[in-house]
């Protein structure tokens, strides 16, 4: 019993680390962080899209952009009750036409997530059926129910 509730105590005091900096009310707010950050903006405009690149996008896209899809949501489980927080593993697939640009932009994503979250993975990928270059990042993020 012990162990069960130094665990919980340990992740609770986490979690708290993380809602106190910034309390979020879904996903969609991370896509609001980033938006609002000068730098991101600056490397990708608006081009933070959810789960795909809209249909109405030209074709072939020239300018770097971002993918966010949750991958998973976890409850954030205690011992004294219903959980108050979710833990979100959030994945940005950052497209360039070149590396150095990707690592940029991953650098100015990193600048801004580790304020509400913390780094999962990051991967480096060629996109074969673009020739983009192309970087993963996870994200694992607290968020308020």
């Known amino acids: 019993m012990y162990l069960k509730n130094h665990k919980a105590k340990a992740s609770s005091e986490r979690v708290k680390k993380f809602i106190r900096k910034k309390i979020m009310a879904d996903e969609s707010s991370i ?5 609002a950050d000068t730098t991101v ?3 990708i405009n608006t081009r933070l899209y ?3 690149v809209p249909e109405n996008v030209l ?11 949750t991958v998973s949501t976890t409850p954030e489980n205690q011992l004294d009750g219903a959980p108050g927080v979710d833990q979100y593993r959030l994945q940005f697939d950052i497209y360039a036409l ?3 640009t990707c690592k940029s932009i991953l650098s100015a ?3 801004v997530l580790h304020s509400v979250g913390y ?3 990051s991967q480096d990928f060629l996109d074969e059926n673009t020739d983009l270059k192309r970087l993963l990042l996870h994200f694992d993020i607290f968020i308020s129910r």
């Open 59 to 69: 074709s072939p896209i020239t300018e770097p952009y971002v993918i966010m899809t």
């Open 50 to 52: 959810d789960q795909r």
């Open 109 to 111: 994503f990193r600048n």
């Open 31 to 35: 896509r609001t962080l980033l938006l």
């Open 119 to 121: 780094e999962a993975m």
């Open 98 to 100: 070149s590396k150095a």
């Open 41 to 43: 903006t600056s490397l």
